[in-house]
């Protein structure tokens, strides 16, 4: 007997999960390099930046290579989700998948976007300009194909839904992404800088959030309207009314996600009046470390979530 394996299953809800935190934490690299560290005023300024750039080509690599590894995964839950996990994988199969349909050329597009990423990465070491340029460009590429084998891509008007939808995930990128990426990247290369004393350590850390502070503030903002936006379209509502969550809509996932987001903006402003008027300190480099470590984990949590969303029917499907 034929065993089942849909859309929603967790293995495939997994591979988007990880397709979407690439798609944040790339879209967070070119956020951190040009919105936070370029607008960094601190202690040794040029050695910050050229720090930064060292380390933060080998995790867009890291990131390509992910999404690579994903995409292939995905092709083959796509495969088991459309002819079952007892038919093996066949060139004809395959092949439709593939080339015959709409699903097929926004995969293409993720693919060779994310090997291009790859390939990219370590030319970005030079400090290229138009390296960077072109990783940004190809970057978009990756995420925007997105939207395209989702919800979006069947909406009234397609192309509105999919932009929403990369809005959305920019402002994901340059909020969360950008205070991961300063999390791993960012503050241990200000560790690693030779310094006469450890207060410079805490200096160097204090300009870094200073100047993710109005960032972040920023892309929150986009992502806070999108999200709105979104919801009200396909939901009516930030959360769906009682007659639309009969008709399917997926209520609990939405409140739980709800929840999530909620966690994650009081970890924000809690960093944002709290931890940053206190940062200079070494007690507040402490309290910065703890709180960035909840905000991040609750917005892992949204994507899980998020990923799950996406393979539920909405209201009239």
Known sequence: MESYFGVESPAFVA??????????CLLGAFALRWAVVARYVGPDAEGMRAAVDERLPRWIDWLGITAVAASVARLIAQHAAVFGTDVALSRDAVATLLFRSGWGKAWWVATLAAVTITWIAPRLRQRSGVAWVAAAAVTLLFVASQPWSGHPAAADVPWLAT??????????????????LLTVVAIPAAKSLEVAESRSVDARIAGLVRAFSPTALAFAALLATTGT????????????SRGVAQSGAPRPAAALKLGFLSIVLAAGVY????????????????RLRRSSLVELTAALLVVVVTAVLVASPMPGE
Request: aromatic content about 6%; overall charge positive; some cysteine.
């Open 163 to 180: 932009s929403i939808q990369l809005l959305h995930l920019i402002g994901a990128g340059g909020w969360l992404g950008s205070l991961a």
């Open 271 to 286: 960093n944002w009046r709290r931890v940053r008027p206190a940062l200079g300190e070494p007690h507040a480099t402490v």
């Open 229 to 240: 936006v979104t919801a009200w379209r396909h939901l009516g509502g930030l959360l769906p």
């Open 15 to 24: 591979i988007r999960a990880v397709l979407s935190i690439c798609s944040i």
